[in-house]
C-alpha cells in the first residue's frame, strides 16, 4: 500500500472509531499508590484493598468493580481529592487499588491540555498541544496493563485537580477546534508526537535520543524559549547508585563507579544522549539518566535532557538548561510563537517537521 493509501485507510478508521465514541482507559492516583479511596458521585462508597481482596464498605465483592458513568470524586487520606467525569471501574492488587477512568477520546485530550499547560497560554498553541495530545494517545497504543495510559507525566498528566474553569473551558476549546485532527508520519502511521515544557532554546532529536524515527519531531532552533538554566549537587552515593542501574553490559558496581570516568556524548541542541564509562564501554541513555538523577534528589532538581556534570568530592555537580526532555512540542516556544501571531498549523510544523497535519 502507498503512503497515501494508509493515510487514507488511517483516516476512514480513525473516522469509524470517532462514530462509535472513541473511548480512553487512564489509570489515576498512580503516585499516591492508594489502598483506600472515598468516592462520592453517582454512587458513594468507600473501597480498599486486602491483599488481593477488594472491599466496598468493608464488604469483599467481585473484581473488577463497575462503576457508571458520571461525575466522579475520588478522596484519599494522603492528598487533595481528584475529580473526573467518566465511567469508573476498581480493581486489588498487593494491598493497593488499581483505578481507571474511561472517558471519551476528546474529553480526555481537553482534560490533559487543560492539566499540562498554565493559565493564560494563548489559545493557538493550546491548539497545536490539543493535536499533540490527540496524536500520542493514539499512536502509543496501551502503555499499561488494562489501561492505555496513565495520569503521570511519563504518559500524559490528567490532574483531576488544580484546574480553574475558566482555563478547563480554554482547554475544552482548543480541543474542539481541532477535533479528530492528529500528526501523520510519510508512512500513513500516527506520530508519537511528545511535549516538554521549555527546550532552553533548542529542541532535541529524538533520533539521537530516543533512536527512534516515529515521532515525526526534529531538532530545531526556538529563541523564543528562555534559557532557564539550572543546577544541582547530587551527592555521589545517590548518583552512583541511580546511575549505576542503568549502565548495560558487566562491569563494576554502582558503588564503583568514579564519575570522572564518564564521557558525555552530546547530541544536535547541546542534549546529552549517552552517558558512556570510558573503562568499560558501558553506557546509558542520557534522557533516562536525568530521570534517575532527579528521581533520586526527590524530583524538580534535575530538570532536563541538557546536563553536564562533574565531580567536586563527596557531591556530583549537575547544571544544564531547560524543563523536560526536550522532545517535540516545546510549550513555552509554542506560546511564545503564537503570541507573535503565529498560527497552530505552524507551530506544528516548526516542531514536527517529518510529519503532516490531517
Known amino acids: ?25 487512564v489509570r489515576v492516583l498512580e503516585r499516591l499508590h492508594p489502598h483506600e479511596v472515598l468516592l462520592a458521585g453517582p454512587e458513594t462508597a468507600a473501597i480498599s484493598a486486602r491483599g488481593d481482596a477488594l472491599l466496598r464498605d468493608g464488604v469483599e465483592v467481585e473484581q473488577p468493580l463497575l462503576l457508571p458513568e458520571g461525575a466522579w470524586t475520588l478522596a484519599t487520606p ?5 475529580r473526573y467525569r467518566g465511567r469508573l471501574s476498581a480493581r486489588a492488587a498487593a494491598g493497593e487499588l488499581q483505578l481507571l477512568v474511561e472517558l471519551p477520546l476528546e474529553r480526555y485530550v481537553a482534560e490533559v491540555v487543560a492539566g499540562e499547560s498554565i493559565s493564560g497560554t494563548p489559545e493557538e498553541a493550546l491548539r497545536a498541544l490539543a493535536v499533540v495530545v490527540r496524536s500520542f494517545v ?76 516515529g515521532s515525526g519531531a526534529a531538532s530545531v532552533a526556538d529563541p523564543g524559549c528562555p534559557a532557564l538554566a539550572w543546577a544541582a549537587d547530587v551527592p555521589l552515593a545517590a548518583f552512583r547508585a541511580a546511575l549505576g542501574p542503568l549502565l548495560d553490559g558487566t562491569g563494576p558496581e554502582g558503588g564503583s563507579l568514579d564519575p570522572a570516568q564518564l564521557d558525555l556524548v552530546l547530541g544536535a541542541g547541546g542534549y546529552t544522549v549517552r552517558v558512556v564509562e570510558r573503562t568499560t564501554g558501558r553506557r546509558a541513555r542520557g534522557d533516562a539518566v536525568a530521570r534517575a538523577l532527579d528521581r533520586s534528589m526527590g524530583w524538580g532538581r534535575v530538570r532536563s535532557g541538557r546536563f553536564v556534570f562533574r565531580a567536586e568530592g563527596a557531591v556530583v555537580h549537575v547544571e544544564g538548561s531547560g524543563l523536560g526532555h526536550g522532545l517535540g512540542l516545546c510549550q513555552a516556544g509554542a506560546a511564545r510563537l503564537a503570541a507573535d501571531g503565529e498560527g497552530y498549523r505552524a507551530i506544528l510544523a516548526h516542531y514536527f517537521p517529518r510529519a503532516a497535519l490531517r
Open 78 to 82: 494522603r492528598a487533595a481529592a481528584r
Open 138 to 213: 493514539l499512536a502509543q497504543g496501551p502503555r499499561h496493563a488494562e489501561a492505555d495510559v496513565c495520569d503521570l507525566a511519563h504518559c500524559q498528566v490528567l490532574r483531576g485537580t488544580g484546574v480553574s474553569s475558566e482555563h478547563r473551558e480554554r482547554a475544552r476549546a482548543a480541543a474542539d477546534a481541532t477535533r479528530g485532527q492528529v500528526l501523520v508520519l510519510p508512512s500513513g502511521a500516527v506520530a508519537e508526537a511528545p511535549f516538554h515544557a521549555a527546550c532552553g532554546g533548542h529542541t532535541a532529536d529524538p533520533r539521537q535520543v530516543l533512536g527512534s524515527a
Open 1 to 25: 500500500m502507498s503512503a497515501l493509501g494508509a493515510a487514507l485507510l488511517g483516516l476512514v478508521l480513525a473516522a469509524g472509531a470517532e462514530a462509535r465514541g472513541q473511548m480512553v482507559r
